[in-house]
């Protein structure tokens, strides 16, 4: 059975940092792109960053030298960076495993940033 679990939202203030993981069980984890998406009220899924299985990232111009992702092929983890968040960043924030096949989601968690 594949899980995803989101951890580590809440709620931070403007310019602040926030650190989110997604812990993975039930798959080959180091030959999935890994990716965090987030949700708005109202607005469609977008993607925030992938990390492909070899290390690769590409990110959203609107996150893009703000936030960081990165994987532990070990842990079987990967892990969202956010810094110098805006009110903007607003949203639930999804991990997903994909590869040419599959694609898994976790449940989200919500971020919050507001002063």
């Known amino acids: 059975q594949v899980q995803l679990v989101e951890s580590g939202g809440g709620l931070v203030q403007p310019g602040g940092s926030l650190r989110l993981s997604c812990a993975a069980s039930g798959i080959a984890f180091s030959i999935y792109t890994m990716g965090w998406y987030r949700q708005a009220p109202g607005k469609q899924r977008e993607l925030v960053a992938i990390i492909t299985s070899g290390g690769s990232t590409r990110y959203a111009d609107s996150v893009n030298g703000r936030f960081a992702i990165s994987r532990d092929n070990v842990k079987n983890t990967v892990s969202l960076q956010m810094n110098s968040v805006k009110p903007e960043d607003t949203a639930v924030y999804y991990c997903?495993?994909?590869?040419?096949?599959?694609?898994?989601w976790g449940q989200g968690t919500q971020v919050t940033v507001s002063s």
């Open positions: 997903q495993a994909a590869n040419y096949k599959y694609d898994y």
